[in-house]
């Protein structure tokens, strides 16, 4: 699967509360979720993301609760991708858990900057920055997870198990 | 080559006699456990699965906790899909307003987490049971349905990380200062993906109370689970609680770890995290002059017998300082009962603290103590994110029950010893 979309760059330990603040996890309906996607930390990005824009964050991305509402309201808000330099790993599961693309390249998290175009092809793990030229390889998926996202999350897995 | 304990807990889960760091492993659970914010979503996607029955009612805990006394209409909303699907499917390890407490202090004070056992929740503190000898890490919620339908779940097993503790506490000093004096050293992601284990001779002078503290913030090291090698107090605490057998596992003797840290408790002083992250931790003594508005004591941290238990001694006979709201939050009902009881609820009330039915709150900014724009909180909790309490500008720093209390009565983060 390819993608392409402008880039909205965070920092370091990027944790779930800003990235959905518990005050709106009353809810767990991912349009009103999306609505306060980032808003602690950068309160114009709900209003701005436009559909296929990709994130990039730095180290260990979506630490903290294990609020699956986290990479739901990113999901919903049109992320199509998050790269990073590593993730909190329950983020990690919950992004592959529901089908949300990611990608660990610490280089392509160091080299991208806000705003530049970027192109992912997902299956190969394979990002250009159309803004610098600059390519990028990410860290490949054990097997088994590539067999989960194939399947479009845990769920679908599941259920090919025959529960 | 040997195992460490979390290798041999994940091996006996998935019928294995041997399991090595990086090897992803199918295991059985002897819980799965979700909370008013987490449930919901897990319920929906369950739901989506289609599965006719749980893989076994006795063995999912339901807790509304977070948001609990439900703070408005679309918290309720929120409970009630919970409490139909335990009706639905006969889960009866559902703890609502009554009997309920947080979570992660209510399910080993009723005995359904032992030693020995697997346990998942989605919430990112169920590291908490590793306390008692057990594995048991946060998910999310899609992790929570498919381990309901199919009392699975995939597990990558974790390189270890030894923590050996050694000397005695010295005043105020607990379970709180050592975790987040490690997290202070290691960073909040110095165990990203590993397994926390914590052993040597301080074990012997640290409470369940604080085993169950230290554990807890496994999580804001980024670890995948935290654990102590259980040993006479950890039977103590199990026996008469217990809901079914527990197994004592320990680590070999030539177990493989990615790496060994000495740490001599008996040179700590109590700690404090500064915002916005719990590693920035400092000791007390090098806080300066942080003025407070509000102090809270509760949580799946700190909201056990025993923190209320300091807290009280440390305001016994004191009033809080004017300008500061304190807010006490025992953990459970039964701590609750029991805080009355030996007559700390008087003396926290009598000291001017607002105490609390059993509830997260404050903790993630829900409700019960939400910071305004500008404001500064005390917490014995365990994060101190952006917005974590409440406005944006708001921030909370981490401390230890006995460092909180003392710094309601002072208006300022101090030691117990400087009122």
Not at chain 1, 111 to 125: A, F, M, S, T
Not at chain 2, 188 to 213: H, I, K, N, P, S
Not at chain 2, 280 to 306: H, K, L
Not at chain 2, 379 to 405: I, K
């Amino acid at each position: 699967m390819q993608i392409k979309g402008n880039v909205w760059k965070f920092g370091d330990n990027v944790d779930t509360d800003v990235i959905i603040p518990a005050r709106y996890l009353n809810t767990s309906d991912p349009i009103e979720l999306a609505r306060h996607c980032m808003e602690d930390i950068n309160a114009s990005f709900a209003a701005g993301v436009q559909p296929g824009d990709i994130l990039v964050g730095g180290d260990n991305f979506g630490c903290g609760s294990s609020r699956e509402h986290a990479p739901i309201a990113i999901q919903a808000a049109g992320v199509s991708c998050v790269i990073a330099k590593s993730f909190a790993r329950i983020f990690y599961r919950n992004a592959i858990n529901i089908g949300l693309p990611i990608l660990e390249s610490p280089e392509a998290a160091e080299g991208i900057n806000e705003n530049d175009e970027v192109e992912v092809i997902l299956d190969k793990g394979y990002i250009r920055n159309i803004t610098t030229g600059c390519e990028y390889t990410a860290q490949e998926f054990p097997l088994f997870m590539r067999d989960l996202i194939a399947a479009g999350g845990l769920i679908n897995y599941v259920k090919t198990k025959g529960y | 080559m040997g195992m460490t304990i979390t290798e041999k807990i994940l091996a006996a889960h998935a019928d294995k006699g041997v399991v090595r760091p990086g090897e992803l492993i199918n295991a059985g659970v002897d819980l799965v456990l979700g909370n008013d914010i987490t449930a919901p979503v897990a319920i929906k996607a369950f739901e989506k699965i289609g599965a006719e029955r749980v893989f076994d009612r006795d063995k999912i805990a339901l807790v509304p906790d977070h948001f609990t006394p439900n703070k408005d209409i679309k918290a309720a909303e929120q409970v009630k899909i919970m409490r139909r699907f335990a009706e639905a499917y006969g889960i009866k390890n559902f703890f609502e307003i009554g009997c309920m407490g947080i979570e992660h202090t209510l399910l080993p004070d009723k005995g359904l987490v032992v030693a020995g056992d697997l346990v998942i929740g989605a919430d990112s503190h169920t590291c908490t049971y590793g306390a008692l000898g057990a594995f048991s890490t946060g998910m999310g919620s899609t992790d929570m349905a498919a381990a309901m339908a199919t009392g699975e779940c995939w597990i990558k097993v974790p390189e270890s990380m030894k923590f050996v503790c050694t000397g005695r506490p010295g005043k105020w000093v607990s379970g709180k200062d050592l975790i987040l004096y490690i997290i202070g050293m290691i960073g909040v992601d110095g165990a990203l993906y590993r397994a926390m284990e914590f052993t040597g001779d301080t074990f012997d002078y640290m409470t369940m109370a604080d085993r169950f503290t230290i554990c807890n913030m496994a999580i804001e090291a980024g670890g995948k689970n935290g654990i102590i090698p259980p040993d006479q107090q950890t039977v103590d605490y199990m026996t008469g609680r217990a809901k079914h057998d527990f197994i004592l596992y320990v680590s070999d003797n030539d177990a493989i770890y990615h790496s060994i840290h000495n740490i001599d408790v008996s040179a700590l002083e109590p700690m404090v995290a500064f915002p916005h992250l719990p590693e920035n931790a400092r000791p007390v003594s090098q806080a300066g002059d942080v003025s407070i508005d509000q102090a809270v004591i509760g949580s799946c941290t700190n909201g056990r017998i025993e923190d209320l238990r300091i807290a009280a001694k440390v305001l016994k006979g004191r009033k809080v300082n004017k300008k500061v709201r304190l807010i006490v939050i025992p953990g459970t009902q039964e701590i609750y009962l029991q805080a009355i009881r030996e007559g700390l609820a008087e003396t926290l009330v009598e000291a001017g603290a607002a105490f609390s039915t059993p509830t997260c709150g404050p903790c993630l900014g829900g409700h019960m103590g939400i910071l305004a724009g500008g404001e500064r909180a005390i917490a014995t909790t365990n994060r101190n994110f952006v917005g974590r309490m409440g406005h944006p500008q708001s921030e909370v720093y981490l401390s230890n029950p006995a460092v909180a209390a003392a710094s309601a009565v002072a208006g300022r983060i101090v030691s117990p010893d400087e009122i």
